[in-house]
């Protein structure tokens, strides 16, 4: 009888081994999985919000969206041309002018954005 | 007295574990019952209330989907529409081919632009002002909308809708659901969940019969003032005839090709300006860029 007992705890031990391989399996398996779905930038094609940390790990601003992508366009870059503007032909490229000033067009963040040149 | 004969012959610790066996048997049968129990109930009693089993449910019948098509008309608050600071109302039209195709088309009142990927390229077409850029972009749609956002600083308009695994894009931001009972959008019956994230707070309605998105409104909670987002999806096709060439670009004459600037270049270009003394950058103060308080 002693050896009837020992085999029942000999297969509920490896019943509780089998059900924690299972477990591990179960969990890698949702680890591996969830690291194939796509962790994007922005929400719903709206830039997360930069958050800008002062010294002491303080919120001291954040960041709006000036462009698609969310980040401050640098000087030299409008998101759309001033009133009154005309197109030019310049070297076979097509520029933009007002008031003396000259754009060129770019796609920046799925749209069009326009940097200023010199010609 | 008399003597189960047969009982002395049966050692001691038998009957020790006697009612142990008994107890782990009851225990067994009681949860093998509780569990029939559970699978007979109706689904709709609790997976219809489970705000995470109904974003799995649309997630999993927009995944399902080889072709599909839909409407949505967006409404953008002036603070989450790109450097004009008014608000944008559109109308985009999305097609979707997967695993690795997709077409969006929005027009808003004062711009129309498309978006084209066929699996080996990229290309944005600004219909208003004639001009396109291409970029390589190899790659399933999933792939695709990764390397765009991570490249290219953007996504196509309600992407985390076409991807592969819908769920899998929407739970990572979330922080907590809720399901808020059932309400009529646009004359059908829909499930109104509440979705909680650290960029903005959600909310969805899915349609109870189709389970698919029909609105949603998204209030970006760090922005000043809260602006909003709001999508009403329309014209859901699950089985859409696609023709292969609406999702390649194929510039007509009148039309030019611009460059298309990565995220990379336009923070080196912001770093170049930001390095440079005033004096030595002489447009600094001549050009009308509009930047907003805090940036």
């Known amino acids: ?119 | 007295m008399l003597k189960n004969p047969r009982a002395e012959q049966r050692p001691v610790h038998h009957c020790k574990f006697r009612p142990l066996l008994f107890c782990f048997t009851f225990i067994l049968l009681a949860l093998a019952l509780a569990c029939s129990r559970a699978a007979e109930q109706p689904a709709t009693t609790t997976a219809n209330n489970d705000p995470d089993q109904l974003l799995r449910q649309m997630s999993e019948k927009l995944a399902q989907a080889k072709n599909l098509s839909f409407k949505v008309d967006r409404k953008l608050d002036a603070a989450l529409v790109e450097g004009r600071n008014v608000a944008e109302n559109a109308v985009i039209e999305i097609s979707v081919s997967r695993p690795g195709k997709f077409h969006a088309k929005s027009d808003s009142t004062d711009n129309a632009r498309q978006i084209f990927f066929d699996g080996q390229s990229l290309s944005i077409y600004d219909q208003t002002m004639k001009l396109y850029a291409t970029a390589p972009v190899v790659g399933s749609i999933d792939e695709a909308v990764a390397k765009i956002d991570e490249i290219y600083g953007f996504t196509p308009p309600l992407a985390e809708f076409i991807l592969g695994d819908p769920y899998g894009a929407l739970s990572k931001q979330l922080k907590t659901k809720a399901y808020k009972g059932t309400e009529n959008i646009g004359g059908v019956e829909c499930h109104h969940l509440s979705l909680s994230a650290d960029e903005a707070d959600s909310e969805l309605w899915i349609g109870t019969d189709d389970l698919l998105p029909r609105k949603l409104v998204a209030t970006f909670k760090n922005r000043e003032g809260n602006p909003q987002l709001q999508a009403v999806f329309s014209n859901w096709n699950l089985t859409p005839i696609l023709d292969d060439k609406m999702f390649t670009f194929v510039a007509a004459n009148d039309v030019e090709k611009i460059e298309m600037i990565t995220e990379a270049q336009m923070k080196e270009a912001a770093a170049k300006e930001s390095d440079a003394p005033d004096s030595a950058n002489p447009q600094k103060s001549a050009t009308p860029v509009t930047r907003k308080k805090g940036t």
Do not use: D, W
């Open chain 1, 1 to 119: 009888m002693k050896t009837t007992n020992r085999s029942y705890r000999g297969k509920f031990r490896a019943a509780l081994e089998r059900g924690k391989t299972i477990s591990r399996v179960a969990l890698v398996g949702a680890l591996v999985l969830c690291s194939v779905s796509v962790a994007l930038a922005q929400v719903y094609g709206v830039r997360r919000t930069a958050v800008v940390r002062g010294p002491n790990t303080t919120v001291v601003a954040s960041r709006t969206t000036v462009v698609a992508g969310g980040t401050a366009l640098p000087h030299g870059y409008i998101a759309a041309l001033p009133g009154g503007y005309r197109a030019v032909v310049v070297s076979g490229a097509r520029y933009y002018t007002v008031g003396g000033v000259y754009y060129r067009p770019q796609i920046y963040g799925g749209r069009t954005v326009y940097v200023r040149v010199h010609i």
